[in-house]
């Protein structure tokens, strides 16, 4: 009677894998063109089935995953792992991205005030528009 789906819509297994919190995010996300399949730029209604492959950017992250099972149905994150296998380049790639986001961010100064006019000064000669 209740026979396993073949396919179920992009952004409801976006959703149900917990990329996005919620749907609307999934499918703005891919009317958006931050998720692709098989390397092609899809719509939120296109039908992910068991082997395809997707690339996912979301707030400067970048995934590059196997789909391995379907659901439309929104489960526990240890479920949610199961839908799909990050690849090895996907996730080299990933840290990589991580670990240049961790290096810019101990290169930039924090303090706790704007930059007065010594300060902009520097700036404007250290990035050379001086």
């Known amino acids: ?19 996005f919190k919620t749907r609307s995010l999934a499918a703005e996300a891919v009317s958006g063109g931050r998720v692709h399949v098989n390397g092609d730029r899809v719509k939120p ?10 690339r996912i950017n979301r707030s400067g992250e970048s995934w590059v995953v196997d789909v391995l099972g379907l659901n439309d149905k929104r489960r526990p994150a240890a479920e949610a792992r199961e839908l ?8 080299a790639a ?8 961790r290096l810019a961010r101990l290169a930039t100064p924090h303090t ?12 404007r000669r250290f990035i050379g528009k001086d």
């Open 1 to 19: 009677m209740n026979e396993p789906a073949t396919s179920v819509r992009l952004d409801k297994w976006l959703w149900a894998a917990r990329f």
């Open 45 to 54: 209604s296109r039908g992910v089935r068991v082997g395809d492959r997707l």
């Open 84 to 91: 799909y296998e990050e690849t090895p380049e996907g996730q």
């Open 94 to 101: 990933r840290e990589k991205e991580a670990e240049a986001r």
């Open 112 to 123: 706790d005030h704007r930059p007065d006019r010594r300060d902009r000064r520097h700036i």
